[in-house]
């Protein structure tokens, strides 16, 4: 069980906003190729993110608003980083992580194409104690600047799988002993609140308007859905995810065998 490691994006990626930059110098400074600051600009999140570039030896600059703004196009609160790609792992690097995870899950996204809900679910899962995340090489999102804005830093932390198939990926790690699940709104799905979520295992979040393919859901073990009884008859991938995830995390800390 491998997948060849590659990089998310071959491009440096353009990282900005003072939280985000300063997490990205905190958590991997390796990774900050330079970082702009807007010239003028004092005190705190400023002088902190200046004194990370001095302690890692991270070269900045301080720069005029125009030439900020021409590097993101977006709010940027006065400072733009420059980062190197970020290398994925593989399938096998992932199992691994979970031996030593605190809670030993998965999250593999199913052509989820909106960047700012893969961020979100990256934050969810890292905060909680997940192993990684999983996306295909094609037809997701892009790990680009909204994603890694809205990761809040969890993107640079949080080990990333690229796979070309994610239904052979997913017959993989079924070989490999991890329980398979999937979140539906289908008929047959069972509710979140009464399913038995045994660990190791996988969750499989779908595509923003589809859900997850037939191909991919036939791979999974079981569906579980998210009862809604407040007049909502759906939530946003990066919600139902958060939802989803919580209840793994109550589960990690169940004795085992005791059902849920």
């Known amino acids: 069980m491998t997948d060849t490691p590659h990089f998310h994006d071959e491009q440096p990626t353009i990282l900005a906003g003072r939280h985000p930059v300063e997490e990205a110098l905190r958590d991997s400074p390796g990774r900050v190729l330079n970082v702009l600051v807007l010239r003028g600009h004092k005190g705190g999140p400023t002088d902190r993110i200046l004194d990370a570039c001095r302690a890692s030896g991270v070269r900045f600059k301080l720069a005029e608003k125009a030439e900020l703004d021409r590097l993101y196009k977006g709010p940027h609160q006065g400072v733009v980083a420059l980062l190197a790609p970020m290398e994925n792992v593989t399938l096998d ?42 996306l295909p090489k094609h037809g997701a999102a892009r790990l680009g600047p909204g994603a890694l804005k809205a990761s809040a830093g969890a993107l640079s932390r949080l080990p990333v799988a690229r796979v070309t198939n994610l239904a052979q990926a997913l017959d993989a790690l079924a070989m490999h002993g991890l329980e398979i699940h999937c979140a539906s709104t289908g008929p047959g ?72």
């Open 93 to 134: 690097d992932l199992t691994t992580a979970m031996e030593k995870a605190p809670l030993p899950l998965i999250v593999a996204l199913d052509q989820v194409q909106d960047p700012h809900n893969v961020g979100a679910l990256a934050r969810t899962l890292l905060a909680l104690g997940g192993a990684g995340l999983i």
């Open 189 to 260: 799905a069972t509710s979140c609140y009464e399913a038995r979520l045994d660990l190791p295992a996988v969750l499989v979040l779908g595509n923003e308007g589809q859900g997850v393919r037939p191909g991919v859901a036939k791979r999974c073990g079981s569906r579980l859905t998210i009862p809604m009884t407040g007049g909502f008859d759906s939530l946003n991938v990066a919600q139902a995810g958060a939802i989803l995830i919580s209840h793994f995390a109550r589960a990690a800390l169940q004795p085992r065998g005791s059902g849920r």
